[in-house]
């Protein structure tokens, strides 16, 4: 059976972690350029699930995907502005299940009042812009040449 629940730092971390390596390792799509391991992701959920809610999507014990909201900006004034992610697991592509992810997120920070949604897309991608414009993102700024990975500059 498959559900959407909220992380356990303790017990998903490592697959987490494995979801979002190749990610790391063969794409631009995360500016990260070294892997996390399952102990920093567990530190990082837990951090974060102080204020923002972190899900996963587990179908048979198997973690398919994530989603979290993270503090935007450090200033006082973005506090009810939230930035989004979403990864879903390579070989689960296609199955709705970043969008269903997706949508509880956003209806999780709705009853948490916060304002807005930030969802911020490494350029090209067409998947992510999809969905995102799918759940009612709009278009707001392309910031061109953000970062360096993978031997070229990304939007």
Known sequence: MAAIRLANPDTDSEQVAAIYYPYVINTAITFDTEPLEGHSFREKITKSMAIYPWLVFEH?????????????????????????TIYVKE??????????????????????NFSLCIGVITMPNPASVYMHESLGFKKGMLIKKAGYKLGKWHD
């Not at 989603?67 to 930035?83: P, Y």
């Open 91 to 112: 070989s689960a592509h296609r199955l709705g299940i970043g969008k269903s992810l997706y949508q509880t997120l956003i209806n999780c920070l709705r009853l948490q």
């Open 60 to 84: 048979e014990r198997e973690i398919m995907g994530y989603a979290h909201g993270s503090q935007f900006r450090d200033k006082e004034a973005f506090k009810w502005a939230v930035e989004t």
